[in-house]
């Protein structure tokens, strides 16, 4: 004969039960096991890539505006022969048609790593990490204005309204992160020409869109529930929108934006206690925060926005964008004041950059992160008027590091005066397939069905860089 057991034996008997139950948990929070508490709905559920992968996620350095080739990472000594004499070959039309004489850089360069990577002196931490990069020294780019040129590096198309590229990324591959979201867009000022729909979501599912953190202690607005609210008030609202959301779907069925309405609002209530955790970084060590900056005025701005996207990488988000600091002036994009701009804005990022790739190598996250650095167009060899330089598409550079990139490599060539791409060139679609490619995708077959065909992120486009992988 059975009899009931009392509550003092039923939890002795199950005990092991409950550890296990908990275990499971913690090892999802790390990555190590399937969230079966996930529903198949979720649109941030992880999902698998079409082949192994060497990168989880993408960490994409943004110079808006576009920084100088000649002035970085691709030295040419033709220009100082020219330097002040009118340009000895057919110049492009320009966006200002303000064509000066042939200018020089008034940087020096020098060489780094075992590699021998001349970087010039804009960048001497950056420099020292030569080892890791994987220079692209002949980018190419359909457009010369920022805003078209930003919607094509973001989104494969010179026009708003199509999938940024980090939420391709999100919905190729979902989250690991049940509390964050899976597109992070890091703030601090500045939003680039063309606004948020840079990092849109198009006509993907909304859960895919790109969110804008700001800089600071609170990088999200409303994230704090209100004053006097009590824990229960709240748990209760949210059994409320859980109600009505199950009644929704009872009335209307499955469907693509509630699924993503409801997620988001079950995201938004997780948020509450994650992102105030991730924007804490008092419980980083002081040697830490020295290394990205943050004991300088002048890089504790990206330096903070660098040490919060390592943060958000180790929790596992997908994709992190990070938008240059404000420094009262136009970014990366010096029509004019040269030296001053370009010195202003390489030492506000690149200390920090440079703590990144250190402290991602140490930490052994380099290995499955992909760093992207690069702006949307490179400038010209000539002056625009004395001392700036215009828009240039033609040929420019950028950079990879980690996330089974080949380090200390420098691919392709402008020509002697760095002005068009002649060896190995590379479009923006090559670099999203490559990038794709990293994270264990066929940027063929990452598609969804939009307007009667399957849409990709590269269009009809796209080959792999292949030198500059592992």
Not at 187 to 200: R, T, V, W, Y
Not at 283 to 290: C, F, N, S
Not at 371 to 398: C, K, L, Y
């Amino acid at each position: 004969m059975h009899f009931p057991l009392s509550r003092r034996e039923m939890l002795l008997r199950t005990a092991n039960g409950f550890g296990a139950a908990a275990l499971a948990a913690l090892l999802e929070q790390d990555g190590r096991a399937v969230d079966t508490a996930r529903s198949p709905n979720d649109p941030f559920a992880p999902k698998k890539p079409h082949f192994a992968a060497k990168a989880k996620s993408v960490i994409f350095l943004f110079m808006d505006g576009g920084p100088s080739q000649v002035d970085t990472f691709d030295p040419k000594p033709a220009l100082e022969k020219y330097h002040g004499k009118p340009f000895p070959t057919k110049v492009e039309p320009t966006q200002f048609n303000n064509v000066g004489n042939t200018l020089a850089s008034p940087w020096k360069f020098k060489k780094y790593g075992q590699c021998g990577m001349p970087v010039s002196d804009l960048f001497p931490h950056v420099g020292a990490r030569a080892d890791d990069l994987a220079v692209i020294r002949s980018m190419v780019a359909n457009f010369s204005e920022h805003t078209n040129a930003n919607y094509f590096w973001h989104s494969g198309h010179g026009q708003q309204g199509r999938p940024s590229f980090g939420s391709w990324v999100t919905y190729g591959l979902g989250s690991e992160s049940r509390d964050l979201p899976g597109f992070v867009v890091l703030g601090s000022g500045l939003i680039p020409p063309g606004g948020a729909d840079c990092f849109g979501n198009g006509f993907l599912p909304a859960s895919y869109q790109g969110s804008i953190f700001r800089n600071g202690a609170h990088p999200v607005a409303d994230i704090t529930p209100p004053g006097g609210e009590s824990a229960k008030t709240r748990t209760a609202k949210r059994d409320l929108l859980r109600k009505l959301d199950a009644a929704a779907k009872d009335k209307f069925g499955d469907s693509d934006p509630l699924d993503a309405a409801i997620a988001n609002y079950e995201l938004a209530f997780r948020m509450q206690t994650a992102v105030p955790e991730l924007a804490d970084l008092s419980k980083e060590t002081t040697e830490t925060q020295k290394l990205y900056g943050l004991d300088d005025p002048k890089t504790e701005i990206f330096g903070r926005q660098c040490l919060v996207a390592r943060r958000l990488v180790q929790r596992g988000v997908r994709f992190v964008e990070l938008l240059c600091p404000n420094l009262g002036h136009d970014r990366w994009d010096q029509h004019s004041n040269l030296k001053r701009g370009h010195e202003e804005n390489a030492r506000a990022v690149d200390k920090p950059i440079a703590g990144l790739l250190a402290d991602l190598k140490r930490t052994g996250l380099l290995n499955e992160t992909l760093v992207i650095w690069g702006g949307e167009f490179g400038r010209t060899p000539v002056a625009q008027g004395s001392d700036g330089r215009d828009h240039n598409p033609f040929g420019f550079s950028m950079w990879m590091a980690g996330g089974g990139t080949k380090g200390g490599t420098i691919y392709g060539e402008t020509d002697d005066f760095g002005y068009h791409a002649v060896k190995d060139k590379v479009q923006v679609h090559d670099l999203h397939a490559t990038a794709l490619h990293l994270l264990g995708f066929d940027h063929k077959k990452l598609t969804y069905r939009f307007g009667g065909r399957d849409m990709r992120l590269t269009d009809v486009h796209g080959e792999l860089i292949e030198k500059v992988l592992a």
